[in-house]
């Protein structure tokens, strides 16, 4: 007995220094796994942080300035012209503001006097990637930036992009942000992307698909840093799905429309679209106290208060006041010049002023200066006027690259003038290889693709550059502008033909005749495999109606293929 109370005892005092030291592990181990669990968090929540920084990680030169000739918005970019406005007279109402957008290209601004006439905030054009690739800071972006805020205007940005791609656009929005990171930026930070109709830009190849997704690239990557944001394009672009995927973007971002109407802001409310508009640049030719010409008139659906600095450690030094045109240096010259194509030649030396005229490759003006801005100033008829010096020539036998030679002015009967704009198909039109409906077909144009037009002849037809060869097409089939088609054609349905609208071709060859029937009509045209006409109506009599040239025609159903 003795001996078994004495290993009891033995045993349970083994058992209590077992289960205290395996407490002392318990605990130990609870410990290390809290600091490990801490040290985790830790590190997630400061990387975490760090996201936002790393997305503007790279650091940027963002003091270069560019060339004139290399600004892609010292170009023209529409024939579009807006009403008169003084922004003065303007008043808007609650829950609204009214502003302009500016560039370098106003020239030195006078911004107590913009603040003293009715204009609430400015949109600022901080900089532009350059038809070389090379990003550039607008010349007088800092100046304006400093001097509105100074004055009370509060600052919205813009950057004029020309990116290729999502990594060029990513790269416009981290130079963007580091360019304004400190200042207050009150109003959105805007992407403008402009200019791509014109075969020399280094965005007229991508597609519309590419181009939205340029925009959504540089928008998410601003909107990340806690800015507001919004995109900007012109009414009669964004609502063509060749050049934008609009639905994908305004889901996410503000939109601000251009469109110029007879009827202006606040007579007119609102522009002529359907979708979301948070902003609307109403015209090119308003008139605000302390800036000389036009300056572009904007109003926002909405206010915004004035923000706070991003990064207060970041500190912009005090810009230099820019040259008035006045005060800038031109080189005194006196030769004859020309215009290597057709040229404006205007009231100031920016795109934002009055055209006087519009020069004509081989007609003459005498060159007085040239200016560092790239402009040059110009006597015509007795006043000065202004050209982009790039557009001029000091050799008066140039030859316009986009004009045919002079042997050629006569074709197939038709007399050609020279002309230069950019066309697009009403509907669908024949290229043809001559100016007559005889002749080869080499394509076809549809609404929505532009095409270069180098002439109109005195016949109906104009000359277009398809593919780098010459071709013709009928001037009445062409618009400077994407026109609306309707959902479905005005024809009546008392002749038994169901409605239908769709493009159709010939299987091989039809005939399209005057009424439906092979024996009591005439044949207009024998429409050939690739020749595409519009078929408005099918009848359960075999018979199709078509729309050829604007003129109602018949061909057999099973003749046709819409394929």
């Known amino acids: 007995m003795e001996s078994e109370e004495g290993f009891s005892m033995y045993y349970n005092k083994y058992?209590?220094?077992?289960?205290?030291f395996n407490s002392k592990k318990v605990i130990l181990f609870c410990i290390i796994a809290i600091v490990i669990v801490i040290g985790v968090m830790s590190l997630f929540v400061l990387l975490k942080g760090n996201d936002k920084k790393s997305e503007i990680s790279t650091i940027f030169d963002t003091t270069l300035l560019g060339d004139a000739s290399i600004d892609p918005e010292n170009?023209?970019?529409?024939?579009?012209?807006?009403?008169?406005?003084?922004?003065?007279?303007?008043?808007?109402?609650?829950?609204?503001?009214?502003?302009?957008?500016?560039?370098?290209?106003?020239?030195?601004?006078?911004?107590?006097?913009?603040?003293?006439?009715?204009?609430d905030f400015a949109f600022i054009r901080i900089g532009y990637r350059g038809d070389n690739g090379i990003l550039y800071k607008d010349e007088h972006a800092d100046y304006n930036i400093q001097q509105a805020q100074k004055a009370g205007v509060l600052v919205g940005v813009y950057f004029f992009s020309t990116a290729l791609n999502e990594s060029e656009a990513?790269?416009?929005?981290?130079?963007?942000?580091?360019?304004?990171?400190?200042?207050?930026?009150?109003?959105?930070?805007?992407?403008?992307?402009?200019?791509?109709?014109?075969?020399?830009?280094?965005?007229?190849?991508?597609?519309?698909?590419?181009?939205?997704?340029?925009a959504l690239a540089f928008l998410k990557t601003i909107a990340a840093q806690d800015y507001d944001t919004m995109f900007y394009g012109s009414l009669n672009d964004i609502q063509n799905t060749h050049y934008w995927n609009l639905s994908q973007i305004e889901t996410k971002y503000k939109i601000w429309i251009a469109q110029y109407a007879s009827v202006s802001y606040p007579?007119?409310?609102?522009?002529?679209?359907?979708?979301?508009?948070?902003?609307?640049?109403?015209?090119?030719?308003?008139?605000?106290?302390?800036?000389?010409?036009?300056?572009?008139?904007?109003?926002?659906?909405?206010?915004?208060?004035?923000?706070?600095?991003?990064?207060?450690?970041?500190?912009?030094?005090?810009?230099?006041?820019?040259l008035t045109e006045e005060e800038k240096k031109y080189t005194s010259v006196n030769e004859k010049v020309t215009a290597k194509d057709l040229t404006n030649l205007r009231k100031a030396a920016t795109t934002k002023s009055d055209i006087v005229v519009a020069l004509k490759n081989g007609?003459?003006?005498?060159?007085?200066?040239?200016?560092?801005?790239?402009?040059?100033?110009?006597?015509?008829?007795?006043?000065?006027?202004?050209?982009?010096?790039?557009?001029?020539?000091?050799?008066?036998?140039?030859?316009?690259?986009?004009?045919?030679?002079?042997?050629?002015?006569?074709?197939?009967?038709?007399?050609?003038e020279a002309k230069k704009d950019k066309v697009t198909a009403k509907d669908v039109v024949n290229l043809r290889s001559l100016p007559t409906t005889d002749s080869d077909i080499v394509g076809t144009l549809e609404s929505g693709d532009f095409l270069e037009r180098t002439a109109i002849s005195n016949k109906g037809w104009s000359r277009l550059i398809y593919k780098g060869?010459?071709?013709?097409?009928?001037?009445?089939?062409?618009?400077?502008?994407?026109?609306?088609?309707?959902?479905?054609p005005t024809v009546s349905q008392s002749d038994g033909f169901a409605i239908v609208n769709e493009q159709v071709t010939a299987k091989d060859e039809t005939n399209l005749r005057s009424y439906p029937s092979t024996t009591d009509s005439e044949i207009v045209y024998t429409l050939k495999h690739g020749e595409?006409?519009?078929?408005?109506?099918?009848?359960?009599?075999?018979?199709?109606?078509?729309?050829?040239?604007?003129?109602?025609?018949?061909?057999?159903?099973s003749y046709l293929t819409n394929e």
């Open 469 to 488: 060869q010459t071709v013709y097409a009928v001037t009445s089939y062409l618009s400077h502008e994407v026109v609306a088609q309707p959902e479905t």
């Open 532 to 557: 595409y006409v519009k078929r408005i109506g099918i009848h359960s009599n075999g018979w199709s109606k078509l729309d050829y040239n604007g003129q109602i025609v018949y061909a057999i159903s």
């Open 267 to 322: 007579q007119k409310d609102k522009p002529d679209y359907n979708g979301q508009c948070q902003a609307w640049q109403y015209t090119n030719k308003g008139s605000v106290n302390g800036i000389s010409g036009n300056v572009d008139m904007v109003v926002c659906y909405f206010v915004n208060e004035e923000a706070t600095v991003k990064n207060k450690k970041a500190t912009p030094a005090t810009a230099a006041a820019p």
């Open 170 to 214: 990513m790269e416009e929005a981290q130079w963007t942000l580091q360019a304004i990171e400190g200042y207050k930026i009150s109003y959105p930070v805007v992407y403008d992307c402009e200019g791509y109709k014109n075969i020399d830009s280094r965005t007229y190849h991508l597609t519309a698909q590419e181009r939205t997704n340029n």
């Open 15 to 20: 058992q209590s220094k077992s289960t205290h």
């Open 363 to 416: 007609e003459t003006v005498t060159r007085i200066g040239i200016g560092t801005n790239g402009w040059s100033q110009l006597k015509y008829n007795n006043q000065i006027v202004y050209a982009i010096s790039s557009y001029l020539t000091t050799d008066l036998s140039y030859q316009s690259t986009s004009v045919e030679s002079v042997q050629e002015d006569v074709v197939a009967g038709n007399t050609f």
């Open 75 to 119: 170009k023209e970019m529409t024939d579009e012209e807006g009403v008169n406005v003084k922004a003065s007279d303007v008043s808007v109402e609650k829950g609204r503001s009214h502003g302009i957008d500016v560039s370098q290209w106003q020239g030195k601004i006078d911004w107590e006097k913009v603040k003293n006439s009715n204009i």
